[in-house]
């Protein structure tokens, strides 16, 4: 949370919080931390935080998003209102192409995402987004056990794995506002190192290693794919740069093409854009897509419609020739998280097998449990024992 004149581009840092603070009642500032609504007295004359927060409730209902955290919090001078509850619930499940359920895998509970299968199969990256264990975790896919990767304080988002399965990149949300990206070794413990490119997240990395697909995230100005080259220069160059957003690209596994998201149509569609180019970008979804992930012998192109099911377009290539796709088909429906808040978005929330036969979707199991809004006139902080 930060504190800023209407007159001046300055600002002051007062505190980390999930959401966006409410002053309310009695002089406080309420606001919300790993899920507990906290209450801190605000100094109007210092302008700037006093004494120690106040447990005020537990379990605030909210959505943390990548960049955007709600909370079922609001206020005024003489009253608070606010929500409790748990939240839509999640699963990551397996299906096979019918849309049979398999299995799950891992916990159920309401902050996982992004789920990427490891290489090798055994392993499954995902993070937490809100709570007190929010950050990047590891699903050991054989025991079904989970583990924290990231050990340090932060907002850790979009972990994807190197292609041989023994390093990370993600990016984070730096307390100064920044979003970079980084890369760490997987079991040496060894510290993160920030890739030499600023204001971007992390999508994907190239099956031979050499690039790292991202988006540059910069206020007020589109979003557009970007390319790092881990090799050579190491400078990083724009793949597709327009005043409309890209973003959720994806290598193809012979690394020819990158599919991604656009809203240039006035939707956001699936397109193809032939790596590292020349050559003109095709449209690959009918009707709306989103979340592109290929097959793992690059023969089939899969992507979420806007009813949530789950397309597949087969795509063959003679030598010589340019890559021919058919048109989309269904597989099957599925009950996958979907992101509400336009402009927002979470990620793929879906992986597919290493032998392409089966695909781990982040579902959501039920919807939150209703509770009565509070309202509290005249709030005032626990007296003292």
Do not use: C
């Not at 090798?120 to 995902?126: A, K, P, R």
């Not at 970008?281 to 099911?309: N, Q």
């Not at 269904?330 to 927002?344: D, M």
């Amino acid at each position: 949370m930060y504190l800023g004149s209407l007159d001046s581009h300055d600002a002051k840092r007062l505190f980390d919080a999930d959401a966006a603070a409410v002053l309310g009642p009695s002089g406080f500032l309420f606001f919300v931390r790993g899920g507990t609504l906290l209450a801190r007295r605000f100094d109007a004359r210092a302008l700037e935080p006093a004494g120690e927060p106040v447990r005020v409730a537990d379990e605030l209902l909210g959505s943390y998003s990548v960049f955007l955290g709600k909370a079922a919090l609001a206020g005024s001078s003489t009253t608070l209102v606010y929500r409790t509850g748990a939240g839509v619930q999640r699963q990551f499940m397996w299906f096979d192409r019918s849309g049979n359920a398999l299995g799950t895998a891992g916990p159920s509970d309401s902050t996982i995402h992004n789920p990427d299968i490891s290489p090798d199969g055994q392993q499954i990256l995902f993070q937490r987004v809100g709570g007190l264990d929010r950050g990047i975790w590891l699903l050991d896919s054989s025991r079904d056990t989970v583990s924290r990767f990231t050990i340090e304080e932060g907002r850790y988002i979009f972990p994807t794995w190197s292609p041989d399965g023994a390093r990370l990149v993600f990016s984070k949300l730096e307390g100064d506002g920044a979003v970079n990206a980084y890369q760490r070794a997987v079991r040496s413990g060894e510290p993160e190192e920030r890739l030499p490119i600023d204001q971007v997240v992390v999508y994907d990395w190239s099956r031979d290693g050499r690039f790292i697909l991202l988006t540059k995230v910069i206020p007020s100005r589109s979003r557009d794919l970007w390319v790092l080259p881990l090799e050579g220069d190491g400078k990083p160059f724009p793949l597709v740069e327009t005043r409309f957003e890209e973003r959720e690209g994806q290598f193809a596994p012979d690394g020819s093409f990158v599919a991604f998201e656009s809203n240039e149509t006035g939707r956001f569609e699936i397109y193809l854009q032939p790596f590292p180019g020349p050559g003109e970008k095709s449209l690959v979804s009918t009707g709306g897509g989103e979340h592109p992930r290929w097959r793992p012998d690059g023969r089939e192109l899969f992507y979420i419609a806007p009813d949530g099911s789950l397309m597949a377009v087969p795509l063959t290539a003679a030598e010589g020739k340019d890559l021919k796709l058919d048109s989309p088909a269904k597989l099957f429906s599925t009950r996958i998280l979907r992101e509400t808040t336009p402009g927002y978005n979470y990620n793929q929330q879906y992986d597919v097998s290493p032998d392409g036969k089966r695909f781990l979707i982040n579902v959501t199991t039920e919807d939150a449990v209703t509770s009565p809004i509070i309202v509290v006139l005249n709030w005032k902080p626990p007296e003292k024992p």
